[in-house]
């Protein structure tokens, strides 16, 4: 069974930075394409970045473009979400994922998902 589990989560202030960390383990059959997602109460979980295995190709959502940054290492297994200059909307519970196959589809709605992680709380404070 693979697993995901994310951590880094915590309450920071408006226009402070956070640091996310997702780490897979299990057996996997392929390369993957990893991703971060989100969901506020009372919305629908919504794309937030997905990143190549290779880690040379990269996407985000407009809401996060200039401030959050993806990347991973392979050989440790992560993902990273780098977060600045936060904002309240930022608010969510953060969910990673993996998908087999090419990251650029994790942006595309109606495509599902692997595997999932269970998710941390960001709260950005205005």
Same mark, same amino acid.
């Given at each position: 069974q693979v697993q995901l589990v994310e951590s880094g989560g915590g309450l920071v202030q408006a226009g402070g930075s956070l640091r996310l960390s997702c780490v897979v383990s299990g057996r996997t059959f392929s390369t993957y394409a990893m991703g971060w997602f989100r969901q506020a109460p &009372? /919305? &629908?979980r919504e794309f937030v970045a997905a990143i190549s295995w290779s880690g040379s190709s990269t996407y985000y959502a407009d809401s996060v473009k200039g401030r959050f940054t993806i990347s991973r =290492?392979?050989?440790k297994n992560t993902v990273y979400?780098?977060?600045n200059n936060l904002k309240p909307e930022d608010t969510a519970v953060y969910f990673c994922a993996v998908k087999y196959g090419a990251a650029q589809a994790m942006g595309v709605a109606g495509n599902g998902m692997d595997y999932w992680g /269970?998710?941390?709380l960001v709260t950005? =404070? =205005?």
């Open positions: &009372e /919305k &629908e =290492s392979n050989a979400l780098q977060m /269970k998710g941390t950005v =404070s =205005s």
